[in-house]
C-alpha cells in the first residue's frame, strides 16, 4: 500500500512562514516612527510673556505656570509662545510692535497653526488690555478714548479669534481671557481716586463684557480673570499691611499686580498664578 503524504504541514509552514514576513513588515512600518510633539501656543501681550517690571519677560507668566496642568492631561506637551510685550489688538493684527518673520503675532501664529495642524491641543489667548490702558492717565480715564477704543479692539479681536480657529481647526481647545482692573488701585488716592476706581470698574466690565461675548461666539472658552480678581467687589472688605481697610478688589489688585507697590499694571508671580489657575479650571 503506497503512503500518501499530508498536505497539511506544508501548508502550516507557509502560513508560520506568511505571518513571520507580516510580523517583520509590521517592524519596520512608521508605527516605530518619532512621536510628533503635541503643542499648547500662547498669543498675547505682556501678560503672555510673563513679564515682570525691572525684569523682563519671564517664566512666571501664566502660560508657563499653566503648562504643567495641561502637561499632566497631555503628557509630552510643548509650550510655544507668540505673545508680546505692549501689543494692542490693532499691532496683533497689522505688526509693528514686536518682529516676527511673517509681519505680525496673528500672521505667525497662523502659519504655525496650519504646519503643525493635528499636533495643537491648546489655545490662550488674551489681548485688547493695551488698548484700554492707552486711555488711563494717572487717576484720570479718557471717557471717549475708551468708548473708542472699545470698537477698535471689537473688530480686531473678532479677526483674531476667528482666524486663529481657522487656522488651527478643531480638536483645539481654543479659550480666551477677560482682564483684571489695574485702575482699582486709585482708590487709595483719596475721594476722587474713590470716584475713578468705581467708574473704571463699570468701564472695564464693559469692555470685558464685550470680549467674552465674541469669544464666546467664536467658540471659545472664556477664562473669567476678572472674577478671580474680584474686579467689581467693592461691598466685601479686607486688609492690607499698613494700608488698612479697603475692598476686596482693591486688596486683589494691590497682593497680585505690581500697582500698589510701583504703578505698574502687570501680575506678580503670585498673580500670574491666580490667572493660570482660572484657565486650568476653565479649559477642556
Known sequence: ????RSPLPVRAALTFLGAGMLLACGLATPANAEPQPLYYVSLGDSLATGYQPGTGDTTDGYPDQLLPSLAQRTPGLELVKFGCRGETSKTFVQGGKCSYEKGSQLKQAVEFLREHRGQVRYVTLDIGGNDINQCVKGSSIGY???VDNVGVVAGNLWKII?????AGGTGVSYTGMNYYNPILASWLSGESGRRTARLSSH???SA???ESTLYLLAGYRVAD?????????????TSLPVIGSVPVGVARICQWTYMCER???HPNAEGHRRIAEVFAATIR
Not at 500500500?1 to 500518501?4: L, N, V
Open 203 to 205: 468701564l472695564v466690565s
Open 225 to 237: 480673570v476678572a472674577k478671580a480678581f474680584s474686579s467689581t467687589d467693592f461691598e466685601n472688605r
Open 1 to 4: 500500500m503506497r503512503f500518501r
Open 162 to 166: 476667528t482666524e486663529i480657529k481657522k
Open 263 to 265: 504703578r505698574d499694571i
Open 144 to 146: 471717549q478714548c475708551v
Open 208 to 210: 470685558n463684557g464685550l
